[in-house]
């Protein structure tokens, strides 16, 4: 199938997509690794030797990415998540569920885009666990946050008992589902992973492109959305909200942006023998 119009990488090998007036660019942070049967424990080992081998890294785990996305309209920019920030902590270190996870990138592939932190006027997160909030929220040590002049959105489930640091109390707003928070861009109530996660929407040009956050983690989910994830708040909630999201990804004229799928962040969900399979729309560089 044919790239569409517009879709060109960005220096430094970013991934771009004009959506009429709009630009959405991925801004990759990092990564994570996650254990393919601790994460997904419905999965079996057959599962893993099959045809979703590919996903796995070469020690096994599932390889993801961790990444945001850049949202341009006339002059404008807006952010969805804001990745892990510049830690690294190695697999022996983390929980039983995942490996290695580390980011820091962010600040730079942003600087490729020819956008500065300063640029962003907000910082949209689907949800607030550490690797989407990094670089807003957690920085490191004796740094001030890059965004700290942008608003902070959520959904108010998950600003609800969130510890917000005192800096960014005021720049924190809680966003209703069905709210257009930018231009183009509205929220859609996407519980499940979390009780409050918000997936965006973002439409242009006869065509819409939905974030959908941590609604999927892995391209191998969209062929068994009734597996069950173990990190997830809500676990049969969120297979109902994977089985919706999948009617709508599969709808024409929908692109998608998967924070976490290694195989190419921007892609499209295509029907195949009776599933969905994952389409990048531009290959990650070898």
Request: aromatic share 6%; proline share 9%; no cysteine.
């Amino acid at each position: 199938m044919p790239l569409p119009t517009g879709l060109n990488p960005r220096p430094g090998a970013l991934r771009s997509l004009r959506l009429g007036e709009h630009t959405v660019t991925v801004v990759p942070d990092g990564a994570v690794q996650l254990h393919p049967r601790r994460w997904l424990p419905d999965s079996t080992d057959r599962d893993w030797a099959g045809d979703q081998a590919g996903v796995l890294d070469e020690q096994g785990y599932i390889g993801t990415s961790v990444a945001g996305l850049l949202v341009e309209y006339d002059g404008r920019a807006l952010l969805l998540d804001a990745g892990f920030g510049p830690h690294d902590i190695p697999a022996e270190q983390t929980i039983d569920t995942i490996g290695a996870l580390h980011g820091g990138q962010l600040p730079e592939a942003l600087a490729q885009t020819g956008r500065a932190p300063a640029d962003i006027e907000a910082v949209a997160f689907t949800h607030l666990h550490d690797d989407h909030i990094g670089w807003a929220f957690r920085p490191g040590p004796d740094r001030s946050s890059p965004f700290a002049g942008a608003a902070l959105l959520a959904s108010a489930g998950e600003w609800d008992g969130w510890p917000v640091p005192p800096d960014a109390v005021t720049r924190a707003r809680p966003v209703t589902p069905g709210e257009e928070i930018f231009p183009g861009v509205t929220a859609w109530a996407t519980p499940g992973h979390t009780r409050g996660h918000l997936s965006y929407v973002i439409s242009g040009g006869g065509q819409r492109l939905i974030a959908f956050g941590d609604v999927f983690h892995t391209s191998a989910q969209l062929a068994r959305p009734d597996w069950r994830v173990s990190m997830d708040a809500l676990p049969e909630q969120a297979v109902r909200t994977r089985h919706e999201m999948l009617a709508e990804l599969t709808r024409p004229d929908t692109l998608a942006f998967a924070n976490h799928f290694a195989q190419g962040q921007l892609g499209r969900v295509t029907p195949s023998g009776g599933a969905a399979r994952w389409e990048p729309l531009l290959e990650d560089p070898a």
